[in-house]
């Protein structure tokens, strides 16, 4: 069979059949074709598919960007040959793109959906994303742009296990979304066997119900079912979102795989793919287009108060990095409306409060739910918005997966960790961001910023809001002297000479508090007649390559590296590596991190037991030029 044709709006449920049948047809194809993929994940879901995309789904395909348009995610990645095959039945992807481009290199059908396609919102594949992801849409349609457009995700059964699906339903609850809509392909089968729940639908319902979501059960291959609860489900009139869960069968439509446990993640090879074609009514052409979205309303936004300036404080002055962090963000909100921020329900310890409190129309507070609170900022940011998303350092490593699926997302988020290292002292090891810097160096793309005092601080909250990528600041807790006076400059991948001449004999580096330790360091070495240079690596990453070579060059190679945080993957692998690429190898390098693993103390007390005081600086120094 071999028929074409296209429709704008309202297609009978007899061509939306037809319509399932061809995306099941053409996820078999493709997957055949790449020689991988999913084609049982997606023929499940054909039929849910094609009755959205031709009867419900507002969307303007000519242009993906339109305002009005609704949003359609695929929490469940892996069905991405249902996903394009939806694209090649509205018209936006050829056959022949659908059949030599999934899965080859360098073509922008990937194994799992990227925005490397216009009508891709956000990368998907590492389950239990798309939906958090949608939270955030969601929420800027709702109380930011206040347009009509509904967010549709469709999740796999499986990920139904993920903690972060129901985060997501929690807070979907909780900002009453009734614009966000969830259809859960319900199969049975995940990719070794059943699933936690199979089949028990009665059993989905009451945890969603309990969440405080709406849940509507139907048979996901009753196409007049799922029609009726697509259409109850996108009324956003409502103060709850909708979860639709549609009891289907993996395979659905070919008979020698349907519900058969051994065929997840695997193609049809070619001969029986033959036979999956014939069983399914031969390849069709189908050029199927549901409705459009009316024309968005203009954005009425709440007047902005006087525009702000940079907060500014005097040298000398003993202010938190937390505190400027803070006093910083509220004066940008007032400069930039789409600047939005989250919390992990700890603003008045990151002090992302002072934004809250001026700015409530802008501020998002998503509790202790720290995955939730990256994946809202990141489809705040698709939707057009620069989030700064604010908690703890220590617990930033819990949405760690949420950070590196927004990296491939291509996504700008300005992520903020306060109280890291030890420094945070008796609050003990649990609250201790020693891992931070390591996993946000390992970001693709990123930047991350660490700075010693308030003007520095002020300087890279400014600086973050137009940066490019996923960028951190970290945070300090306890208050230390300003260094530099208002309006110093520090730009991205710079580092500052806080002291230094043309006779230093080592240089002490650090970032953040232990810049402060390394100052103290180089006066005891002074009073011994040790002339220290002391660097500030503000910038972690980009480094300033060019200053670290200038001082071991400068120095014979001597230098002392210091840095609140694991040995691994930091500061000092940060100045090692640059180093290294710069073909500069210092013969005479002192690495002091913290090792062991901290308990409760003092501040001072922490930092003696590390060995990363002023004290064990300047004994390094002294040890490093014993050697010389």
Same mark, same amino acid.
């Given at each position: ?59 303007? /395909? ?91 995700? @469709? ?10 699906? /129901? ?9 009453? @979304?009734?614009? *966000? ?11 070794? &066997?059943?699933?936690?729940?199979? /089949?028990? @639908? ?50 659905? #439509? ?8 051994? /065929? ?10 033959? +036979? ?24 009425? +936004?709440?007047?902005?108060? %006087? ?55 802008? $501020?998002?507070?998503? $509790? ?64 201790? #961001? ?30 973050? %809001? ?41 240089? *002490?580096? &650090?970032? &953040? ?110 040890? *490093?030029?014993?050697?010389?």
């Amino acid at each position: 069979m071999t028929t074409t044709s296209t429709v704008t709006a309202g297609a009978d449920l007899d061509t939306v059949a037809d319509l399932a049948a061809q995306l099941r047809v053409d996820s078999i194809r493709a997957s055949t074709s790449a020689g991988s993929g999913h084609p049982t994940s997606s023929m499940s879901a054909a039929d849910l598919l094609a009755v959205l995309i031709t009867r419900h789904l507002r969307y303007d /395909w000519d242009d993906p960007r339109a305002a009005g348009n609704d949003h359609l995610i695929f929490s469940k990645g892996h069905a991405s040959p249902l996903l394009y095959a939806v694209f090649k039945a509205v018209g936006v992807v050829s056959e022949e793109e659908l059949l030599t481009g999934y899965r080859r290199f360098g073509q922008r059908l990937q194994g799992h959906p990227t925005p490397a396609l216009p009508w891709v919102d956000v990368a998907t594949g590492s389950l239990g994303q798309g939906l958090p992801d949608g939270v955030g849409v969601a929420l800027a349609g709702r109380y930011l742009d206040r347009y009509p457009y509904r967010v549709w995700v @469709l999740c796999g059964d499986s990920e139904m296990s993920e903690g972060s699906i /129901w985060e997501a339903l929690d807070k979907a609850a909780h900002y009453r @979304l009734a614009n *966000l809509v969830t259809i859960v392909d319900v199969n049975r089968l995940g990719q070794r &066997g059943p699933t936690e729940l199979g /089949w028990d @639908l009665d059993a989905y319902a009451r945890r969603v119900e309990a969440f405080g979501a709406r849940a509507i059960v139907v048979d996901g291959h009753d196409l007049a079912a799922v029609d009726s609860a697509l259409a109850t489900a996108g009324d956003p009139t409502g103060d709850r979102p909708t979860v639709v869960l549609a009891r289907t069968v993996k395979g659905y #439509g070919f008979g020698e795989i349907a519900d058969r446990p051994d /065929w997840h993640g695997k193609q049809l090879p070619p001969d029986q793919a033959d +036979r999956a074609v014939a069983e399914l009514g031969g390849v069709r052409n189908l050029v199927l287009r549901g409705p459009v979205p009316a024309a968005a309303p203009e954005i009425r +936004r709440p007047a902005l108060p %006087a525009p702000a300036q940079p907060p500014r404080y005097t040298v000398g002055e003993k202010v938190a990095t937390r505190n400027a962090y803070g006093d910083a963000l509220k004066a940008l909100g007032s400069r930039d409306q789409r600047v939005v921020a989250l919390d992990g329900e700890v603003s008045d310890s990151t002090r992302a409060h002072k934004f809250a409190e001026a700015y409530p129309d802008r $501020f998002f507070e998503m $509790f202790i739910a720290e995955q939730q609170m990256v994946a809202a900022a990141t489809g705040l940011a698709v939707s057009g918005y620069r989030p700064f998303a604010s908690t703890f350092a220590a617990f930033l490593t819990r949405a760690h997966d949420f950070i590196r699926m927004g990296a491939i997302s291509g996504v700008d988020l300005c992520l903020v960790g306060s109280h890291a290292g030890i420094e945070v002292g008796a609050d003990g090891p649990s609250q201790m #961001g020693l891992e931070d810097l390591a996993m946000l160096r390992a970001t693709h793309g990123s930047t991350v910023l660490y700075p010693s005092d308030a003007t520095g601080t002020v300087a890279l909250v400014e600086a973050m %809001a137009t940066l490019p990528g996923i960028s951190y600041l970290r945070t300090t807790r306890g208050a230390y002297p300003v260094l530099y006076p208002p309006g110093e400059m520090f730009p991205i991948g710079g580092a500052k000479v806080v002291r230094g001449s043309d006779r230093d004999e080592v240089a *002490l580096i &650090g970032a &953040g508090v232990t810049v402060h330790e390394c100052l103290r360091a180089a006066d005891v070495l002074g009073e011994q007649g040790v002339r220290a240079r002391v660097i500030d690596c503000y910038s972690v990453k980009p480094i300033d390559t060019a200053t670290l070579v200038d001082a071991a060059t400068a120095t014979g190679g001597r230098l002392v590296i210091v840095e609140d945080h694991r040995p691994e993957g930091g500061l000092g692998s940060a100045v090692t590596d640059a180093l290294l690429a710069a073909g500069a190898s210092p013969p005479h390098v002192a690495h002091l991190a913290v090792r062991g693993m901290p308990g409760s103390g003092k501040t001072a007390e922490l930092f003696a037991w590390a060995g990363i005081d002023a004290d064990h600086i300047a004994a390094a120094a002294r040890t *490093l030029l014993r050697g010389r």
